[in-house]
């Protein structure tokens, strides 16, 4: 009886987690994300929030656009992978960013950025404003 009861509890808490999920992608279309403490460095996603631009602040801050393409894969409805699309060179793999949104509240996305590169970092807690 106590197998039957864990099971159906782990049943419902994951249907209630997949029912009540975020759309956070249909919330990031055509956003620009601007990084809390910047004037104007941050991601402007695409139409489908599928491909996203990254503004560095001194381009953006001089009126000039940035390049810098990134390829959004959604793993969860609250977990995406960004992925370069342009190459730096012949020899270098593309740089990854894996981010989970914790939040979406007003217009402040807070998200937790995870370290894909060499050596250890910690998990980045970052905030954006939407605009």
């Keep these: 009886m106590k197998i039957k009861t864990l099971l159906l509890t782990a049943l419902l808490t994951t249907l209630s987690h997949t029912a009540f999920a975020q759309d956070f992608q249909n919330q990031l279309k055509n956003k620009y994300l601007i990084l809390s403490g910047a004037s104007c460095a941050g991601l402007k996603f695409n139409a489908q929030a599928t491909a ?3 503004q560095n602040e001194m381009e953006c801050s001089r009126g000039y656009s940035n390049t810098d393409t990134w390829r959004i894969s959604w793993i969860t409805p609250e977990i995406f992978m960004m992925t370069e699309v342009i190459r730096p060179n012949e020899i270098s793999p593309p740089r990854n960013d894996l981010y989970k949104i914790l939040n979406i509240q ?4 807070t998200v937790v950025n995870y370290w894909t590169g060499w050596g250890n970092h910690k998990p980045d807690v970052q905030k954006f404003k939407i605009q």
């Design 106 to 109: 007003n217009k402040t996305v």
């Design 52 to 54: 996203a631009a990254w």
